[in-house]
T-cell receptor, first 122, second 111 residues
Framework: GAVVSQHPSRVICKSGTSVKIECRSL??????MFWYRQFPKQSLMLMAT?????????EQGVEKDKFLINHASLTLSTLTVTSAHPEDSSFYIC??????????????????FGPGTRLTVL | KQEVTQIPAALSVPEGENLVLNCSFT??????LQWFRQDPGKGLTSLLL?????REQTSGRLNASLDKSSGRSTLYIAASQPGDSATYLC??????????FGRGTSLIVHP
């Protein structure tokens, strides 16, 4: 199956600093990637949809100026948490959409998930 | 808004038991349903994916079924082992192709 990587896997930073997380599709091109966050014992919540070459689409309640998303190439999307605060501490997971089959009724998509990044803001 | 509910939230069983994890969803429009495993502090491992045209998928001791009419999916784990201990998440994709996740079932299988 397709592979998605994230870097770093773990980051600890001081309050007020900015942190960049990278999401890469290693063996396929992804025009669309997604960013999720997960609080302890909670589900994954979609933050934004990242589209290559265009602005990201943010879910309701997610501050776009706080969570900057850049999808500059077909294999890389970045999430920058600006002026991080302790409440931003969370597990951030990205996914990338790939076309797994072409059918007469339309393409079939599947999402592949990265291993996640644990952000701790002190 | 689409919701995905998983029952039970937690489960603790002795080794060897057969298990059924439940997932229900609102909004009958479904593209696919996927089951994942998540170990503590780790990312997601995809277990089974059922397309909307399918009724079930099997992989080893795992079997997942999909009943679109009732808005339900079940994950069946046969002969559970301590190594199966993890959180199991189901995620349903609708017309937008974007998965909505349930909160998961935390499973502990003790020797």
């Amino acid at each position: 199956g397709a592979v998605v990587s994230q870097h770093p896997s773990r980051v600890i930073c001081k309050s007020g600093t900015s942190v960049k997380i990278e999401c890469r599709s290693l063996d396929f091109q992804a025009t669309t990637m997604f960013w999720y966050r997960q609080f302890p014992k909670q589900s994954l919540m979609l933050m934004a949809t990242s589209n290559e070459g265009s602005k990201a689409t943010y879910e309701q309640g997610v501050e776009k100026d706080k969570f900057l998303i850049n999808h500059a190439s077909l294999t890389l999307s970045t999430l920058t948490v600006t002026s991080a605060h302790p409440e931003d501490s969370s597990f951030y997971i990205c996914s990338a959409r790939d076309v797994v089959a072409y059918q007469t009724s339309g393409s079939r998509y599947e999402q592949f998930f990265g291993p996640g990044t644990r952000l701790t803001v002190l | 808004k689409q919701e995905v509910t998983q029952i039970p939230a937690a489960l603790s069983v002795p080794e060897g038991e057969n298990l059924v994890l439940n997932c229900s969803f609102t909004d009958s429009a479904i593209y696919n349903l996927q089951w994942f495993r998540q170990d503590p502090g780790k990312g997601l491992t995809s277990l089974l994916l059922i397309q909307s045209s399918q009724r079930e998928q099997t992989s080893g001791r795992l079997n997942a079924s999909l009943d679109k009419s009732s808005g339900r999916s079940t994950l069946y784990i046969a002969a559970s082992q301590p190594g199966d201990s993890a959180t199991y998440l189901c995620a349903k994709s609708g017309g937008s192709y974007i998965p909505t996740f349930g909160r998961g079932t935390s499973l502990i299988v003790h020797p």
